[in-house]
T-cell receptor, first 119, second 110 residues
Framework: AQKITQTQPGMFVQEKEAVTLDCTYD???????LFWYKQPSSGEMIFLIY??????QNATEGRYSLNFQKARKSANLVISASQLGDSAMYFC????????????????FGKGTKLTVNP | NAGVTQTPKFRILKIGQSMTLQCAQD?????MYWYRQDPGMGLKLIYY???????DKGEVPNGYNVSRSTTEDFPLRLELAAPSQTSVYFC?????????FGPGTRLTVT
């Protein structure tokens, strides 16, 4: 079963508008972490934001925020005030903390969403 | 700090050849990882290491080997290359939850 699901292969947004990229996850662990990475066309992976399963507040980093809904097992990325430089692939990832399930240090990635910001 | 460096950037191998992808980090991170990214897909973990002398398999380890003799270096060895190993390979390191990625190695096996 897929652990991370990103249902939007591609998204379009107008410059200066906000956009939400969806991510749902599947785990039976109580302790886990959720990540978003950006991959521009140049290919490098850039860490954006992290949310721990026990964090009560939604994570924010500048224009990025993570809408964490634990009961729904969703961890959507919200980008406010989109810029042309935000055009890239965005990957959601999860790390399960349970060592008995071979977790602790293993990140599992979704297939990604390609975001295009239009001028 | 150079961060995480990978060599080579590009490589074309013939089927059955072997090669080593190099990865080094200068941040004194204990954790290091190797991922592969196939076209249109997310990253999949090949192997990881939690410290010098300790390695473990990830999701897709078949056809690969690793070693970790120092904190800085984490080479990935491909034996008997196959077309299915055509991919972009990323090395990463971390000390907490954020993983720092290298620029990647684009490998083609023909």
């Amino acid at each position: 079963a897929q652990k991370i699901t990103q249902t939007q292969p591609g998204m379009f947004v107008q410059e200066k508008e906000a956009v939400t990229l969806d991510c749902t996850y599947d785990t039976s662990d109580q302790s886990y972490g959720l990540f978003w990475y950006k991959q521009p066309s140049s290919g490098e992976m850039i860490f954006l934001i992290y949310q721990g399963s026990y964090d009560e507040q939604n994570a924010t980093e500048g224009r990025y925020s993570l809408n964490f809904q634990k009961a729904r097992k969703s961890a959507n990325l919200v980008i406010s005030a989109s810029q042309l430089g935000d055009s890239a692939m965005y990957f959601c990832a999860m790390r399960e903390a349970s060592i008995t399930q071979g977790g602790s240090e293993k990140l599992v990635f979704g297939k990604g969403t390609k975001l295009t910001v239009n001028p | 700090n150079a961060g995480v460096t990978q060599t080579p950037k590009f490589r074309i191998l013939k089927i059955g050849q072997s090669m080593t992808l190099q990865c080094a980090q200068d941040m004194n991170h204990n954790y290091m990882y190797w991922y592969r990214q196939d076209p249109g897909m997310g990253l999949k973990l090949i192997y990881y290491s939690v410290g010098a002398g300790i390695t473990d398999k990830g999701e897709v380890p078949n056809g690969y080997n690793v070693s970790r003799s120092t904190t800085e270096d984490f080479p990935l060895r491909l034996e008997l290359a196959a077309p299915s190993q055509t991919s972009v390979y990323f090395c990463a390191s971390s000390y907490s939850h954020e993983q720092y990625f290298g620029p990647g190695t684009r490998l083609t096996v023909t």
